[in-house]
């Protein structure tokens, strides 16, 4: 049975990895002009918001997906964290990770991803994926999005971007997500 989803972003990259992660299902972005803002104090609390303002939204015989995700650097105490995407604000976001990073010694990171899904009856799932690592020491690659560049993932040598589009559509933080998405929804 092929599941219909909306998903609650705006991000065609996050709608991509979730498509391929997903298979049986169709999904498409919202379509809204725009979302709430992000102020919840985790990253479920940001997946669940949009997850529900999408579901007001979206047509009634769907699912809905709200996804919120994030880098945490140990050595800066778990930032950028809930903030990953607007961190640096003007300033290149990879300039300022490797800028904060100088010198230190401890590059450990994880990328999480958090996924609500609220199905057509209005039932709700909350799954989350992660994927450990480290952040490098330059940036490497040129594939993937974000902080790509810099994060090499445990058991790897090669930065996520130099690794590849394939290789995050089967490993990143938000495919591990969308494949316990789907166990708990088939299960």
Not at 15 to 33: F, M, N, Q
Not at 126 to 148: A, Q
Request: glycine share 12%.
């Amino acid at each position: 049975m092929e599941l219909v989803a909306r998903l609650a972003s705006g991000n065609a990259h996050k709608l991509d990895e979730l498509r391929s992660a997903l298979p049986g299902w169709t999904i498409e972005l919202l379509g809204v002009d725009s979302f709430p803002p992000e102020v919840g104090e985790t990253h479920y609390e940001n997946a669940r918001a949009k997850a529900v303002f999408g579901r007001r939204s979206a047509p009634a015989g769907e699912w809905v997906l709200g996804e919120d995700s994030g880098l945490a650097v140990a050595a800066l105490g778990g930032r950028p964290g809930l903030h990953s995407a607007r961190w640096a604000g003007d300033d290149d976001p990879l300039d300022r990770l490797l800028a904060e990073l100088d010198g230190v010694a401890d590059r450990s990171a994880h990328y999480v991803c958090e996924l609500v899904a609220i199905s057509p009856d209005g039932s709700e799932v909350h799954v989350t994926g992660r994927l450990d690592g480290r952040i490098d020491d330059e940036r490497r690659g040129s594939e993937g999005f974000g902080y790509d560049p810099l994060f090499v993932p445990e058991g790897e040598e090669r930065t996520v971007a130099e690794l590849g589009n394939d290789w995050k559509r089967e490993n990143s933080h938000r495919a591990r997500a969308a494949r316990a998405l789907a166990e708990h929804v088939s299960g």
